[in-house]
C-alpha cells in the first residue's frame, strides 16, 4: 500500500476508474491543464487526454447540465465544481433534473453522474469557497450525498460513487486534503454507499460525526478516555440515505448521543438525526441529544472563522455535559 494525502487518493481513485471504463469523462474548469483548483487531477490529461479530461466553460449550470445529458445517454461524468459555494449555481440542473430523472422517465433512465466538490472551513478562503450546506441536498430525494473522512475512504467511497446508477454528490473536506497522510489501498478499493463505520466502541456515549470534524472528535474522545469516558464514534460517511440502524443500535447501547457538524445548527443532519434517535430510541436514551454545530450565519471572513468551526473544547464540554447529565 501507499500512503497518500485525500487530494492524492482521489486522484488515485480518478485514474483507475478512467482507465477500466472507457464510458467515463471527467468535467471543470480548468480540471486539465491546471490539474483542478487543488490539484486532484493532477496529470490525467496527459494520460487520457482532452476527450476524457475537459476543460469547461466557467458555467457550473452548464457543466452540470451537459453531464445529465451524457448520463442519460449512457456516459459516466464526473464533475468538479471548484468549492461547494459555486454549486448554488446549478441547484436547478441538480434538483430539478438529475435527482428527478430516474422517478421522471419511471425508471427508463437513470443519471449516473458524480458531481465532487470541496466544501468547509479552514483554509481561511474568501466567501462562497467554505460553504458547508450539505442539508440543502440531504433534503433532496434522488440525490445521494457522500462525505469522506480520510484518504482512503476518499478512495473507496469514490469508486462506488462512480459506480452507482444515481447522482452522487461528493463533498471532500478541503481542510484536511494535505493535512493527514495513509495507507490507501492499490487497484480495486470499493467502500458501499449508506453504510456507516464504527471507530472506536464504547459504552457511554456516541459521538456521530462526518468528513473533516472526524478529526477533532477522535481528539475530544482520546482527552475524555483520560478520564474514564468510553465513547463510540461513528463516521456516517453517506449522508443520503444515511444508515440509521447503525446510529440507533449504537445509541440503545450507549443511552447518549452528540452529532457534531460545522454546517449551520437549524435544519442541519444534526437535527434530523436527533429527531430519529428521540422517534426511535427514546427509552434507550439517557440524557438529551446534544448537538456541537456551526451558527446560523454565513461562513464568517478568514480571521474569524476559528470561532465558527466546533473545536475540540466544545467538543469535549458538550460530551461532559451528555454524560454527566
Known sequence: MNKSNLVQAVNEALHFELEKNPDMILLGEDIGRDGGVFRATDGLIDIFGENRVVDTPLSESGIVGVAIGMAAYGLIPVVEIQFMGFLYGAMEQLLSHAARLRNRTRGRYTCPIVVRA??????????????????????????????????AEAKGLLLSSIRDPDPVLFLEPAKIYRAIK??????EYLIPLGQARILTEGKDVTLITWGAMLHPVLKAADRLAAEGVEAEIIDLRTLSPFDSE???????????????????????????????????????????????????IPFPLPKTEKYYLPDVDQIVETIEAAVGY
Open 182 to 187: 495513509e495507507e490507501v489501498p492499490e487497484g
Open 118 to 151: 470541496p466544501y468547509g472551513g479552514g483554509i481561511h478562503a474568501p466567501e462562497l469557497h467554505s460553504e458547508s450546506t450539505e442539508a440543502l441536498f440531504v433534503h433532496t430525494p434522488g440525490l445521494k450525498v457522500v462525505v469522506p473522512s480520510t484518504p
Open 246 to 296: 447503525t446510529l440507533l443500535q449504537s445509541v440503545s447501547k450507549t443511552g447518549r448521543a452528540v452529532i457534531i457538524h460545522e454546517a449551520p445548527r437549524s435544519c442541519g443532519l444534526g437535527a434530523e438525526i436527533s429527531a430519529l434517535l428521540c422517534e426511535e430510541a427514546l427509552y434507550s436514551l439517557e440524557a438529551p441529544v446534544l448537538r456541537v454545530t456551526g451558527f446560523d
